[in-house]
């Protein structure tokens, strides 16, 4: 591969300059971290999967008018994206407690949510991603109260449209969190949905069984990992590039 100049390394991903100005390429990794990388493996094609889905969502929420950062897909592992200014808020919906509010609010994994719930987190490892108010956002700086409503906003949109999208190949969106970047375009600027979507960043569990098809297969050493991420890719339909077992047989191509 030609030298790229990377311009950011996450724990699941890499971003590298772009081929024109103002343009990123986001490389999806096969390492797996949890609580803030205590926990690290990699998983054979996971960084695979995660592209492939995370480019059948964006691609999704483009059409319904969510503006985001991607442009197109480049390679099974890598897509173009515009180059944003990240906010480094974390904003985290959740429609069925699991995770840390379980913690947090003394509630059972699985107790459906009076309503969608909108938290932030302040994204900075060093501090484990603390839990935040628009409090802190504001005074600290770190977004304007109007970036805060179009970010409530479009995570509603997303949440919306994600549950039934799930819903209709039997998955419950349990939880989710989404990552926002700055736009400018001379004098204007907009906010457009970055970062990924994916088993990584998702609660995602069977309708049926409540088998959980996410990172926390990971978290909890449940094993099956890319099986589950296979299985929520089969379910929306767009494994079978990706999966050898799943191509369509050979063409015959007649010589006369
Ligand atoms: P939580 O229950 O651990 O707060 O996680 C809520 C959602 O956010 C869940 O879908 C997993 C996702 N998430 C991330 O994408 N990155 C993180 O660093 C954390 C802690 C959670």
Redo the contacts with the bound molecule.
């Keep these: 591969m030609s030298r790229r100049r990377r311009v950011y390394e996450g724990k699941a991903k890499i971003l590298y300059e772009g081929p024109e100005p103002g343009t990123l390429i986001q490389h999806f990794k096969d390492d797996a971290t949890a609580f803030n990388a205590q926990k690290k493996d990699t998983i054979d094609g996971k960084g695979v999967l995660n592209n492939r889905i995370s480019e059948y969502i964006f691609t999704r929420l483009n059409e319904i008018g969510i503006p985001t950062h991607f442009i197109r897909s480049l390679n099974m592992r890598e897509q173009l994206v515009r180059e944003v200014e990240i906010i480094p808020v974390?904003v985290?919906v959740r429609n069925i407690a699991?995770?840390?509010?379980c913690k947090r609010m003394g509630l059972e994994e699985g107790t459906p949510l009076p309503r969608s719930i909108i938290e932030f987190f302040y994204k900075k490892d060093e501090l484990n991603?603390p839990m935040i108010s628009e409090e802190h956002i504001t005074a600290f700086g770190w977004a304007t109260p109007q970036e805060i409503d179009d970010m409530m906003a479009l995570t509603l949109r997303i949440n919306d449209y994600l549950t039934g999208l799930f819903y209709g190949v039997g998955i419950k969106l349990v939880?989710?969190?989404v990552e926002f970047g700055r736009l400018f375009e001379g004098d204007q600027m907009r906010i457009l949905l970055a970062d990924e979507i994916s088993p990584?960043?998702?609660?995602l569990w069977d309708v049926e069984t409540n088998k959980k098809l996410d990172?926390d297969r990971f978290r909890q050493d449940l094993g099956g990992m890319v099986d589950a991420y296979q299985e929520v890719a089969r379910r929306l339909g767009i494994l079978f590039e990706n999966d050898p077992d799943n191509r369509p047989g050979p063409t015959l191509v007649k010589s006369d």
């Design positions: 974390e985290v699991a995770g840390s509010i991603d939880d989710f969190k990584d960043n998702c609660r990172k």
